[in-house]
């Protein structure tokens, strides 16, 4: 763990530059707790009155916003800079490599406002939270202040007074910067979960706060926690929010969930929350209500239906979680503007009683094995993943996050399956079209991400800050951005789909993406809120796909002509300056016009001063940031101004700058009218940014379906590639009598291929192509029976692990909706895809290798059904022999009999083989060949899949590849040698025993 990962507190020890009080025996909490205390709050710092009374006054302005965050890093503002001091200074220093000057009272350092973004972003990167106080009044206003207090006020309220304004986290920053950004950089979401838990029950609420999208719900767990695994590798959240009861669980269950998150490849952050308002319904309802109205009506669907009609929970755990995330997003002052236009959807594909509706179930252990997302032990662990591969056709970063959605979550529905299907055909068929639009997409910022931030702005926070109000002026600049790239996605879709070409489209689904829709006129069209998030149990992609409306995209174009119709764009230099247009507010107009009228004055006065000095070489100069006006002057007319009403007040080379007291009364007056024109804009521009949010739901569904197309096309991409061998087009049965069936046809592993081509290219040696194989289980309707479990033999490394993983791949690349590395793929739906390979314990969870083999068996055992895809590789090696035997047939018997599911199988138990060679019709023989050459006792391996029984594993051949000593490789033979020969007696004598029990059984 890094220094800056480390708890704020314990770094005081290191550092012992702040005042005594900070240090770490005498720190004390505002209640005067110590750390040791269990109610400590490590938020709060207690401050001596002694020592605050003889701190200066801008340095006890500064203690009492730190005393109240002590546990964030403080960036207090100083007009255009950043400063942060003591402790934050020291521990920042290092991390925004600045540099402490030497010889100070005080450590500090600072930065200019330009560089705050990145920044924080480096801040937070380190685990750190980051508070910005920002100044609430102007140097002009706190003059007012004291002023009109005659004098008298405290010691701290004579310096500008600030607050904190905003305070980052991990998961709640992203760089604005990034926004604009063309093309897939920063795609990935960074989801912040907030779970709450009682035994094996969860209730759950993440969210990625850059989409506003919020997931709710709850779910009963096994003993293994499998469904919590699984939950929190799909989203891998960046931090985590719990009860604060979990720094020192009591429960066995939560310490165990606690620990996988922490043992997890990139463990999230914490922040522990008092429960003490978030246990009762009531008070949770109304913690809810203060965002959304006491009309529950009016409230988004996916949390009405959490609620009673008498107040009282339907599903209290995730109505828990649900409380918890908003209670975070209040301490970080976030809830205000992202919780009331956020859309809340339920996740229950976690549910184990709602799998037989929605996606493929694929399990945290499915997606570790087949390296879905990550592949552990690279630097870059996406590298080589299954989602890198598929996700490599993608334009857009919302592109590529839905894609990883349907990577996790592929199609369970045959009709939806081959809908998608023919839509990623025409896109492989329309080669140049599909190359035209990704090459428009590309140029794309994250519309997502963009909207969203939008969408805020229509809130009203209580915040007050000037220099938040001055950005709010600013955001008319990014609403501008936004109703330009808005037009141009309507722009691309016209220009790459013509009406000529959209009538050659076979795909119903394409067509109807493609396609405009006309919207309902103003009095026909829906308010939000009541239907905001209805029934929404997936963001996936538009929720259309059973719509009879042939036209999908949203025409949006008149709403943006209306926004068009209320701006004014100025042109001031380079740059476009909103205004509303006349007569839209009346208070605006008239604050406008005395801008106007001020400047107007201004410009008369310096006619008046070129008349008196007689020069028309005499102008205004704007470029102090002192003086918001000057007269300058050529240097030579020096002489002419008259030193009684002329105040000298800058120079410049030949040149002098002056200004008068009827100037300065004229400056105020500006400023006095800029105040009214500013406080009059900011109402105009949040009922606008409102009026823009009402429409929410219509570009919602255009950035669904511009996201879907991004992900088709990058399917298409895939499917196109036959650089490597053909593609096939699945053939997704809907008719097979129930039948399971799958038929693979000389299929690939997608990334392994990739990775041989690659290395091919660096390391001649390597080999040259990926060896295809195929793969049949399952009967077809009209066609003799066939085994719909193939037990496999072979020797290590000969490629049988590859071949199960390969497997699943394809299957899951045909329900995702995308041609599949092989001659030919036919098969019914997969429902759920189980796996056990490889080896690995959980030492912290004191659980040995295998205890986690035997916690996967389990899974399969008890929830694989006829529909399902199992591949188990070597069940049974982490214990003796007999033991590993006795298991692994048992477990074949019971999916054979039992569960029926087509299954990939391998052993190196050749006693299993023997025992399962009369069941052919339900389990096939096969293995992966190799030649032994006996004289030089050196094996090849062919890598090629056929039936029949591998001769053994050559366990002795592979260990000589490995470089194991020669003496030792004798013995090992020899033993091999001895324990074949028992082997084979004891086979014999299984065999015969069997045999005379046939016998007896049927005389």
């Known amino acids: ?86 402790q934050d200074s020291e521990l920042s220093s290092k991390i925004l490599d600045l540099c402490i000057p030497p010889r100070q009272s005080q450590k500090m350092i600072g930065f200019h406002q330009g560089h705050l973004q990145e920044n924080i972003e480096k801040l937070v990167k380190e685990g750190l939270k980051v ?4 100044q609430t009044e102007t140097g002009k206003e706190l003059a007012k202040r004291i002023k009109e207090d005659g004098g008298v006020v405290g010691t701290s309220d004579k310096v500008v007074r600030r607050e904190i304004a905003q305070i980052y986290s991990i998961g709640t920053f992203f760089n604005q910067e990034m926004l604009l950004t063309k093309g897939s950089i920063e795609y990935d979401t960074k989801f912040i979960l907030a779970f709450c838990q009682e035994g094996q029950h969860f209730g759950f609420c993440y969210y990625d706060f850059s989409t506003l999208k919020f997931y709710l719900g709850s779910f009963e767990d096994d003993m293994s926690l499998k469904q919590f695994r699984t939950l929190t590798l799909q989203i891998r959240p960046v931090e985590t929010v719990v009860p604060s009861t979990f720094m020192r669980p009591a429960s066995p269950k939560i310490s165990e969930s606690m620990m996988i998150l922490r043992n997890s490849h990139t463990p999230p952050s914490f922040t522990f929350l008092s429960m003490h308002e978030l246990n009762a319904d009531d008070k949770l309802v109304e913690k809810i209500a203060k965002y959304f109205g006491t009309d529950r009506q009016n409230w988004p669907v996916t949390i009405r239906n959490l609620i009673k009609d008498d107040g009282s929970s339907k599903d209290h755990m995730a109505l828990t979680a649900l409380g918890m995330a908003i209670s975070h997003l209040e301490q970080l002052l976030q809830a205000e503007v992202t919780i009331p236009v956020a859309e809340f959807y339920t996740q229950d594909e976690h549910n184990q009683e709602l799998m037989k509706i929605g996606s493929m179930v694929i399990d945290a252990q499915a997606i570790e094995h087949l390296e879905l997302l990550e592949v552990p032990g690279r630097r870059n662990n996406r590298e080589g993943s299954f989602f890198n591969f598929m996700s490599s056709g993608c334009s857009t970063s919302f592109g590529k996050r839905l894609l990883k959605r349907w990577v996790v979550g592929p199609l369970k529905d045959a009709e939806r399956i081959n809908m998608r299907l023919d839509a990623v055909t025409d896109l492989v068929n329309q080669e140049m079209a599909r190359d035209k639009l990704q ?75 493609v396609s405009f829709k006309k919207l309902a006129s103003k009095a026909e069209a829906p308010k939000r809120g009541k239907k905001r998030g209805a029934a ?38 380079n740059k476009k300056v909103p205004e509303p247009v006349e007569g ?10 005395k801008v106007e009228k001020v400047k107007e004055k201004l410009d008369g006065y310096l006619e008046k001063v070129r008349k008196e000095l007689k020069s028309r070489q005499v102008n205004y100069t704007c470029l102090s940031k002192r003086f918001r006006y000057e007269i300058e002057v050529p240097e030579d007319m020096a002489k002419k101004i008259p030193q009684d009403d002329y105040v000298n007040t800058s120079n410049a080379k030949g040149k002098k700058r002056y200004q008068t007291e009827e100037l300065r009364d004229m400056i105020n007056d500006l400023e006095d009218a800029e105040d009214e024109f500013k406080d009059a804009l900011i109402p105009f521009l949040r009922t606008m940014f409102k009026k823009f949010y009402d429409s929410k739901d219509i570009f919602t569904k255009a950035l669904q379906c511009l996201a879907e197309l991004d992900c088709l096309c990058a399917l298409a991409v895939i499917s196109s590639n036959t650089d490597y061998g053909p593609m096939a087009k699945p053939t997704i049965l809907e008719d097979n009598d129930d039948l399971p069936y799958i038929e693979l046809r000389q299929v690939r592993h997608p990334c392994v291929q990739e990775q041989i081509a690659k290395s091919t290219l660096v390391n001649k040696a390597a080999p040259k192509k990926f060896i295809p194989n195929d793969v049949v289980m399952g009967s077809l309707k009209g066609y003799p029976a066939q085994a719909s479990i193939l037990l496999i033999t072979g020797p290590n490394m000969g490629g049988k692990s590859t ?5 699943c791949l394809a299957a899951i690349m045909a329900q995702i909706g995308c041609y599949v590395p092989a001659e030919k793929c036919v098969m019914t739906v997969v429902d759920r895809v189980f796996t056990r390979l490889g080896a690995s314990d959980r030492i912290l969870e004191n659980k040995s290798t295998f205890f986690v083999e035997l916690e996967e068996t389990k899974t399969i055992v008890e929830q694989a059904t006829k529909n399902s895809l199992v591949i188990m590789d070597e069940l049974g090696r982490g214990t003796s022999t007999f033991d590993g035997y006795s298991i692994a047939h048992s477990v074949l018997t019971y999916l ?9 199988f391998t052993t190196h138990y050749h006693m299993l083989v023997e025992d399962f060679r009369e069941m052919s019709d339900k389990i096939g023989l096969f293995h992966m060949k190799s030649n032994y050459e006996q004289s030089s006792d ?54 015969d025993s069997r045999v005379t029990t046939a016998i007896a059984a049927t005389e």
């Not at 508070?131 to 920002?134: L, P, T």
């Not at 054979?896 to 990939?904: E, F, G, P, T």
Request: charged share 30%.
């Open 1 to 86: 763990m890094t220094e800056a990962k480390k708890n704020l507190n314990a770094l005081v020890d290191e550092v012992k530059d702040g005042p005594w009080f900070t240090h770490p025996e005498n720190i004390r909490d505002a209640e005067g707790r110590r750390p040791d205390d269990p109610n400590y709050d490590p938020s709060t710092l207690l401050i001596p009155d002694e020592d605050y009374k003889h701190m200066t006054p801008g340095m006890q302005r500064y203690w009492e916003i730190k005393s109240k965050n002590y546990d964030k890093i403080v960036l207090y503002r100083w007009g255009e800079w950043f400063m942060l001091y003591y």
């Open 131 to 134: 508070a910005i106080a920002e």
């Open 439 to 513: 090459a428009k997409l590309k140029k794309l910022p994250d519309l997502e991400r963009m909207l969203s931030k939008i969408y805020t702005y229509s809130q009203k926070t209580s915040v007050k800050a000037i220099y938040i109000d001055i950005s709010v002026i600013t955001r008319l600049d990014e609403f501008y951005n936004l109703l330009g790239i808005l037009k141009r996605v309507s722009e691309i879709i016209t220009d790459v789909f013509t009406p000529e070409l959209i009538k050659t489209l076979r795909s119903k689904r394409l067509k109807a993406l």
């Open 536 to 573: 929404a149990k997936s963001d996936s992609e538009a929720d259309t796909t059973h719509e009879e409306d042939s036209n999908l995209f949203p025409d949006f174009l008149p709403i943006i002509q209306d926004f068009e119709k209320m701006i004014t764009w100025k042109s001031v230099g």
């Open 584 to 593: 839209l507010d009346e208070e605006f107009d008239m604050a406008n016009k």
């Open 803 to 807: 071949l199960l993983r390969q497997t």
């Open 896 to 904: 054979a009999n039992i569960v029926q599911c087509r299954s990939l």
């Open 938 to 991: 050196q094996i090849k391996f062919l890598y090629k899949f056929a039936e029949g029984v591998a001769p053994k594993s050559f366990g002795i051949q592979v260990a000589k590849l490995a470089g194991i000593n020669e003496r030792v490789l004798e013995i090992a033979k020899g033993k091999s040698e001895e324990f074949n020969v028992k082997i084979d007696h004891l086979t014999r004598k299984v065999r």
